[in-house]
């Protein structure tokens, strides 16, 4: 008798402790279902043609989600923070290699000279920044590379109006991004980002500032 009580007790204590794990697990794969319709529906992204698709979580100062998508000779990788915001992608897809160009060999600019990759780094740029966050396209790297067919774009993000440390940057492959990353606040800096009202009228700041000098 005393046995079997002991072999019940252990079974409700095995329970105990599966239980609370099981709802973790399960409240963590619905996080993972919400962030990746978020990303999907950021990027419009259609992933038919991949096979199969993993994701994982890391937590530091902010949770970050590593999205990653598999198919025969192709592959993408996301990472997005909770609420979705894109913080890098990487894209790879396999690619007939395009006859040359000119007779001689000589490499040459993609005749389009950067405006539609530009073009492109921007519509990008247009659907994964955030309300209050602008981004600014820098000159050297933006020109296109010899011999190459595609343009590499990075630029300093604006918060609120406002230049930040936080940068972006950004490759354009046929028209379309390959190559995304930016800085992000929450995993930069404790605190955030102050909204755009002013914290104090021009009478208090006057107030403020000569109690200071």
């Known amino acids: 008798m005393k046995r079997l009580l002991s072999l019940t007790l ?3 204590l095995l329970a105990a402790l599966t ?3 099981a709802a973790a697990e399960e409240s963590q794969d619905v996080r993972l279902a919400k962030v990746t319709a978020l990303v999907k529906e950021a990027l419009a992204l259609d992933t038919e043609a991949y096979e199969t698709f993993r994701g994982s979580l890391s937590e530091e100062l902010a949770p970050v989600w590593d999205l990653s998508w598999e198919g025969e000779r192709r592959s993408l990788s996301v990472s997005a923070l ?4 894109v913080v890098s992608l990487s ?4 690619r007939a290699s395009a006859p040359a160009s000119n007779e ?11 405006a539609e990759d530009r073009a492109a780094a921007e519509a990008f ?3 994964v920044l955030r309300t209050g966050e602008a ?3 820098s000159g050297p790297e933006g020109a296109s590379s010899l011999g190459g067919s595609g343009s590499a774009w990075s630029g300093t993000l604006v918060l609120n109006g406002l230049p930040s440390p936080l940068h972006h940057s950004n490759r354009v492959e046929d028209g379309r991004v390959e190559h995304f990353s930016r800085d992000v606040p929450e995993t930069a800096a404790i605190g955030g980002v102050p909204g755009p009202e002013a914290a104090a009228s021009a009478g208090e700041a006057e107030e403020k500032l000569a109690e200071t000098l």
Request: negative net charge.
């Open 135 to 137: 981004a600014e396209l």
């Open 10 to 12: 252990a079974a409700a």
């Open 104 to 114: 001689g060999g000589f490499p040459s600019f993609p005749e389009n000279g950067g």
């Open 91 to 94: 894209r790879w897809e396999s």
């Open 82 to 85: 909770e609420d979705g915001t």
């Open 125 to 127: 740029l247009a659907r």
């Open 19 to 21: 239980l609370p794990a």
